[in-house]
């Protein structure tokens, strides 16, 4: 689950930006996956689900202790879709331009 993985880099992120006396509880994790969002919102765990048990407690863990903020994101506007799969030259440039290198 990429959303496991993204909440252990905000939760490092918050931990240096702390370093700093800067503030940033509460980080937005904009997912696309309908499925992964609900699935942290369950209060429990089905037997299909077992394989992630341990990042889906990492992920619902954060969440509760409100540290992190998951977010639904269309897929059509997650600037991060043309970092992960072939995008037509109209929507990867505008993604690039989203998040700043052009």
């Keep these: 689950m990429a959303a ?6 905000a ?10 006396n800067i ?9 696309d996956n309908q499925g992964a969002i609900k699935t942290v919102g369950k209060s429990d765990i089905s037997n299909r689900l077992k394989h992630i048990d341990v990042r889906y ?18 897929s059509a506007e997650n600037s991060a879709d043309f970092l992960t799969k072939p995008l037509p030259r109209e929507v990867f440039e505008k993604h690039i331009c989203a998040i700043g290198m052009k």
Aim: charged content about 25%; glycine content about 2%; aromatic content about 12%.
């Design 57 to 74: 407690h990492l992920i619902k863990d954060h969440v509760a202790k409100k540290d992190v903020k998951i977010m639904y994101v269309e």
């Design 11 to 20: 939760l490092y992120l918050t931990q240096l930006f702390d370093e700093f």
């Design 4 to 9: 496991a993985t993204a909440t252990t880099e």
């Design 23 to 31: 503030d940033v509880s509460g980080v937005p994790l904009f997912v």
